[in-house]
């Protein structure tokens, strides 16, 4: 009896040709072996079509898949059994136009934003760099420029040289621009409304009594440093409460969360949000 089905490890009693899916699924994934001959608890119980799958799979998968695989003949108390090898591809493979993803031991097919993020991250790129051909120049928020050039000259990290540039000098060397078109992480840092382009593209802050009660709630629009500021300070001023207290004649509020961490998980939820 071989080990059990595994991320990297599927058995199947024979052979049918759907079964490229699985093929698909490991080169997508981190690669991994069809074994053909054995059933759904490990036991070797033979293939009869064992030589004839050693001649025909290589070629069916390069044909359907455009990949190569190891196809090997093992035998276990005189029952033959086919393994094959899959690597893992570093471009997305599809089959019949669909594209699979082996997960534990199961086989997912990629569908939505799931496929989108996938395609994206196997050509290198992220959602937020991708072209927006709709937007231009003329959609970038001049407050949102000052503003962004006020945080740079503060924190040091452009030289004043840079930072004299026009806006789109300056866009093109954040490298937001890609041949004649903007990414779509300009328009959610500098246009006056993201929302034009990109669906979602706020905050909203809800105060709940239980899990299921909410009591209050308010959206917080423009952009992401607008976001990032006022949303700070709604939470400080109206969300959390702070404990008062006394140093001599000098009154100290302190709040449940330091002003410092509740900015840095602010920062880290707006920067690592999945707007896909």
């Given at each position: 009896?071989?080990?059990?089905e595994?991320q990297?490890?599927?058995?199947?009693e024979?052979?049918r040709?759907?079964y490229?899916?699985w093929?698909c699924?490991f080169?997508?994934?981190?690669?991994g072996?069809?074994l053909?001959?054995?059933?759904?608890?490990?036991?070797?119980v033979g293939?009869s079509?064992?030589?004839?799958?050693?001649?025909d799979?290589?070629?069916?998968?390069?044909?359907?898949?455009?990949i190569v695989v190891?196809?090997n003949?093992?035998d276990?108390a005189?029952?033959?059994?086919v393994?094959?090898?899959?690597?893992?591809y570093?471009?997305p493979i599809?089959?019949?136009g669909h594209?699979?993803?082996?997960?534990g031991s199961?086989?997912?097919?990629?569908?939505g934003?799931?496929?989108?993020?996938f395609?994206?991250?196997r050509?290198g790129?992220?959602?937020?760099?991708?072209?927006?051909p709709?937007?231009?120049l003329?959609?970038v928020?001049?407050?949102?420029?000052?503003?962004?050039?006020?945080?740079?000259?503060?924190?040091?990290?452009?030289?004043?040289?840079?930072?004299?540039?026009?806006?789109?000098?300056?866009?093109d060397?954040?490298?937001?621009k890609?041949?004649?078109y903007y990414?779509r992480?300009?328009?959610?840092?500098?246009a006056?409304?993201p929302?034009?382009f990109v669906?979602?593209a706020?905050?909203?802050?809800?105060?709940?009594?239980?899990?299921?009660?909410?009591?209050?709630?308010d959206?917080?629009?423009?952009?992401?440093?607008?976001?990032?500021?006022n949303?700070?300070d709604?939470l400080?001023?109206?969300?959390l409460k702070?404990?008062?207290?006394?140093?001599?004649?000098?009154?100290v509020?302190?709040?449940?969360?330091?002003?410092?961490?509740?900015?840095e998980?602010?920062?880290?939820?707006?920067v690592?949000?999945?707007y896909?």
């Open positions: 009896m071989l080990k059990q595994s990297h490890t599927e058995w199947k024979t052979w040709d759907d490229l899916r093929v699924g080169a997508n994934a981190q690669g072996r069809l053909l001959g054995v059933n759904d608890k490990g036991q070797v293939l079509e064992a030589a004839k799958l050693l001649e799979l290589p070629n069916k998968v390069r044909d359907l898949l455009g190891d196809v003949l093992h276990e005189d029952l033959p059994y393994e094959v090898v899959v690597q893992a570093p471009n599809s089959y019949r594209y699979y993803m082996r997960s199961t086989l997912q097919e990629l569908k934003a799931a496929l989108d993020r395609l994206l991250g050509h790129r992220t959602w937020d760099g991708v072209p927006l709709q937007f231009s003329a959609d928020s001049a407050p949102a420029m000052a503003r962004f050039r006020q945080l740079a000259q503060r924190s040091g990290r452009l030289d004043a040289e840079t930072l004299a540039e026009s806006d789109a000098n300056l866009l060397k954040l490298r937001l890609e041949g004649a990414q992480a300009t328009a959610l840092l500098f006056a409304d929302q034009r669906t979602g706020f905050v909203k802050v809800g105060y709940f009594e239980s899990e299921t009660e909410l009591l209050y709630h959206e917080v629009e423009g952009d992401l440093f607008h976001q990032v500021k949303t700070l709604l400080l001023s109206k969300y702070a404990v008062i207290s006394y140093d001599g004649i000098v009154r509020e302190t709040f449940p969360v330091p002003r410092a961490a509740l900015r998980a602010l920062l880290n939820a707006l690592h949000r999945d896909a």
